[in-house]
T-cell receptor
Framework: GNSVTQMEGPVTLSEEAFLTINCTYT??????LFWYVQYPGEGLQLLLK?????DKGSNKGFEATYRKETTSFHLEKGSVQVSDSAVYFC???????????FGAGTTVTVRA | GAGVSQSPSNKVTEKGKDVELRCDPI?????LYWYRQSLGQGLEFLIY????????KSGLPSDRFSAERTGGSVSTLTIQRTQQEDSAVYLC?????????????FGPGTRLTVL
């Protein structure tokens, strides 16, 4: 079956620090990969996505590259802000499928 | 343009009672999904609708759970004879066509507490 494994949190960083959240996946087909973010008190929203190998998704200074050879989709941001404090979820949707399979979520707190 | 809306935002009920949760998807979205977010289980898929049909109900945890969608729009998730383990945030999402690359747009969720 399909599954997503992402690094355990919580992660606490200082402003302007570099953020990496590791995500690896197992899929039977050729999935699309997503990062969703949940800000405090808000609903889940798409942060970025990639639908084929070597694609790079980017948004709000965040980036993730679809690596088929390592089955990974790690999220990175070069300089975080306090407003980036949120829970980040890695997810996949497989070919012929439509539902999202989510990782456990990583809570990120950025301190001024 | 309105996003996905859900009601109620909070629901407290007693064990054994039935509850109905409502989802209004984005207009024009043919695909609709229900997920559940709980502390122990993370985010779990429950059911998927394409139009008014539910081709995938594989995530419904028991026969106490059912859902319907009418007019290709509003969906209702019903939980009968609620149990304490049903306490969770129930999320609804919609997408344009239900393709694997589609962005799913999530509602704010209904927080269900079963006493």
């Amino acid at each position: 079956g399909n599954s997503v494994t992402q690094m355990e949190g919580p992660v606490t960083l200082s402003e302007e620090a570099f953020l990496t959240i590791n995500c690896t996946y197992t899929a039977t087909g050729y999935p699309s990969l997503f990062w969703y973010v949940q800000y405090p008190g808000e609903g889940l929203q798409l942060l970025l996505k990639a639908t084929k190998a070597d694609d790079k998704g980017s948004n709000k200074g965040f980036e993730a590259t679809y690596r088929k050879e390592t089955t990974s989709f790690h999220l990175e941001k070069g300089s975080v802000q306090v407003s980036d404090s949120a829970v980040y979820f890695c997810a996949l949707s497989d070919r012929g499928d439509y539902k999202l399979s989510f990782g456990a979520g990583t809570t990120v707190t950025v301190r001024a | 343009g309105a996003g996905v809306s859900q009601s109620p935002s909070n629901k407290v009920t007693e064990k054994g009672k039935d509850v109905e949760l409502r989802c209004d998807p984005i207009s024009g979205h043919t695909a609709l999904y229900w997920y559940r977010q709980s502390l122990g289980q993370g985010l779990e898929f429950l059911i998927y609708f394409q139009g008014n049909s539910a081709p995938d109900k594989s995530g419904l945890p028991s026969d106490r759970f059912s859902a319907e969608r009418t007019g290709g729009s509003v969906s209702t998730l019903t939980i009968q004879r609620t149990q304490q383990e049903d306490s969770a945030v129930y999320l609804c999402a919609s997408s344009l066509v239900g393709d694997r690359g589609d962005e799913q747009f999530f509602g704010p969720g209904t927080r269900l507490t079963v006493l």
